[in-house]
């Protein structure tokens, strides 16, 4: 461990402090950010934009936002990242026009363990189109009901798996 100067007060603060405990300006604290962006862009966006941690200027989370955003909060075309919006969103808690992830909210295709979109597949879904353990909507198709239009909706889909779905319901 070693001594920094804080830029605000000159007040001598542990290299590991989370903020000055002089006047309270955001520190690294060994929760140091990391950041990667692209030369190359598109639309004003990095192609590629990755970061993580704290951002040690402001003290939040950094924020990954590019075509392709990677991090712990990501906002692009293509986002990953714990908590994601984007056009295909992957993630934790994803939000997109296509979302991927635990919590799963899609304005067409949303799947995860809940899932809720125009067509939702996931533990627990919710759609217009909906598949799963627990599906609800205008044409579920779940071990409780399966309504004949989500059915033929699905087989162009996921083929003979629907009818291993249907079987293993009926039991």
Known sequence: MSLIQCSECNNQVS???????????????????????SQASLFGLPLVHIASGINPSTGRPCVAKGIIAIGNVAVGGLAVGGLS?????????????????????????????????????????????????????????SANYQDPQAVEFFKHFLGSWVEQFQQAGRR
């Open 85 to 141: 919006f984007g056009v295909i969103s992957i993630g934790g808690l994803a939000l997109g026009l296509t979302a991927i992830g635990g919590l799963a909210i899609g304005l067409l295709l949303a799947l995860g363990g809940m899932a809720i979109g125009l067509v939702a597949i996931g533990g627990g879904a919710l759609g217009y189109y909906a598949l799963g353990g627990g599906a609800w909507g205008v044409h579920p198709l």
């Open 15 to 37: 290299d590991k402090a989370v903020m000055c405990p002089k006047c309270g300006l955001p520190m690294a604290g060994g929760r140091r950010g990391y950041e990667y962006r």
